[in-house]
């Protein structure tokens, strides 16, 4: 069975501070995607990005970064140096590599940045 | 632009009654998903589609029926058999191998 775990509900920080968002997996699959989406108040999921198991390097995107470790079966979610804009609820995800229709999502993280 | 449109943003039915939710995509993605999401849980599958004409049920299909007679399009109806149907509905696409999906914003439906 597949599982995402967000243990964090809610977040808040003051812009400008950095801030990490959790992530741990459950999978029974060698291969796999793992996901991160925004969802901000209008509601629509933002697609941020797509990791697959095969590559364990950490993405760096302007404040954005991500961390990949398959020992821990962990994708962790940086934002550096926080903003208002931030704010929105971010979910982790899982699929199979070839299968797109079991995507899990974790319960999510609500993220507030006070100016 | 290319995306998905759900309309309309906020739905309200009637107890009995059934409601179709409607979802169009341009992006020209042969699958085609709907998701429910209640308050502090998770994305729940409902129906998904990989092409026209077929269709597969979610975790959570009962009390919801789907079509899918053209590529874009992929409605889906809450019935009067979903006993708890207040929460917000997306829709999203992907091409058919797992590059993820891409989400429409909506709707919020409501029962009065």
């Known amino acids: 069975a597949q599982k995402v775990t967000q243990a964090q509900t809610e977040i808040s920080v003051v812009e400008k501070e950095d801030v990490t968002l959790d992530c741990v997996y459950e999978t029974r699959d060698t291969t796999y995607y793992l996901f991160w989406y925004k969802q901000p108040p209008s509601g629509e999921l933002v697609f941020l990005i797509r990791?697959?198991?095969?590559?364990?390097q950490n993405e760096i995107s302007g404040r954005y970064s991500w961390n990949f470790q398959k020992s821990t079966s962990s994708f962790n979610f940086t934002i550096t140096a926080s903003q208002v804009v931030d704010s929105a609820v971010y979910f982790c995800?899982?699929?199979?590599?070839?299968?797109?229709?079991?995507?899990?999502f974790g319960a999510g993280t609500r993220l507030t940045v006070k100016p | 632009d290319g995306g998905i449109t759900q309309s309309p943003k906020y739905l309200f039915r009637k107890e009995g009654q059934n409601v179709t939710l409607s979802c169009e995509q341009n992006l020209n993605h042969d699958a085609m998903y709907w998701y429910r999401q209640d308050p502090g849980q998770g994305l729940r599958l409902i129906y998904y589609?990989?092409?026209?004409?077929?269709?597969q049920k979610g975790d959570i299909a009962e009390g919801y029926s789907v079509s899918r007679e053209k590529k874009e399009s992929f409605p889906l109806t809450v019935t009067s058999a979903q006993k708890n149907p207040t929460a917000f509905y997306l829709c999203a696409s992907s091409i058919s191998e797992g590059r993820g999906q891409y989400f429409g914003a909506g709707p919020r439906l409501s029962v009065l």
């Open positions: 990791r697959n198991s095969f590559d364990e």
């Open positions: 589609s990989q092409i026209v004409n077929d269709f």
């Open positions: 995800a899982l699929s199979g590599l070839y299968n797109n229709n079991d995507m899990r």
